[in-house]
Nanobody, 129 residues
Framework: QVQLVESGGGLVQAGGSLRLSCAAS????????MAWFRRRPGKERGFVAA????????YYTDSVKGRFTISRDNAKNTVYLQMNSLNPEDTADYYC??????????????????????WGQGTHVAVSS
């Protein structure tokens, strides 16, 4: 049974930082491309950041570039999202997602929600002004 469990959300003041974690089980983590998505209040779920299976490549949506960093520790089956310089527009439920890769797609970055097979339950981030 595949499980993705997010943690690290909470309430933070504008300008502050949080680090989200997503612990994976029931799958071969090193053969998963991973990503973070978020759903802001009243909006559809949107892409935030993605990382390939080895961690050598990352990609970010424009609004978080230079502020957020996605990383992974394949030994711990965990992907992280370091969020700095948070602002109220970052308030959202944050979800991690996983999809299996093959030898031909080992370096591929996926940014569409439909590209991912497995999803966590989400963790809430609230940024106060």
């Amino acid at each position: 049974q595949v499980q993705l469990v997010e943690s690290g959300g909470g309430l933070v003041q504008a300008g502050g930082s949080l680090r989200l974690s997503c612990a994976a089980s029931g799958l071969t983590f090193s053969r998963q491309a991973m990503a973070w998505f978020r759903r802001r209040p009243g909006k559809e779920r949107g892409f935030v950041a993605a990382i390939n299976s080895s961690g050598s490549r990352t990609y970010y949506t424009d609004s978080v570039k230079g502020r957020f960093t996605i990383s992974r520790d394949n030994a711990k089956n965990t992907v992280y999202l370091q969020m700095n310089s948070l602002n109220p527009e970052d308030t959202a439920d944050y979800y991690c997602a996983a999809r299996s890769i093959s030898g031909l797609t080992v370096d591929t970055i996926y940014i569409g929600g439909r590209d991912y097979t497995y999803w966590g339950q989400g963790t809430h981030v609230a940024v106060s002004s």
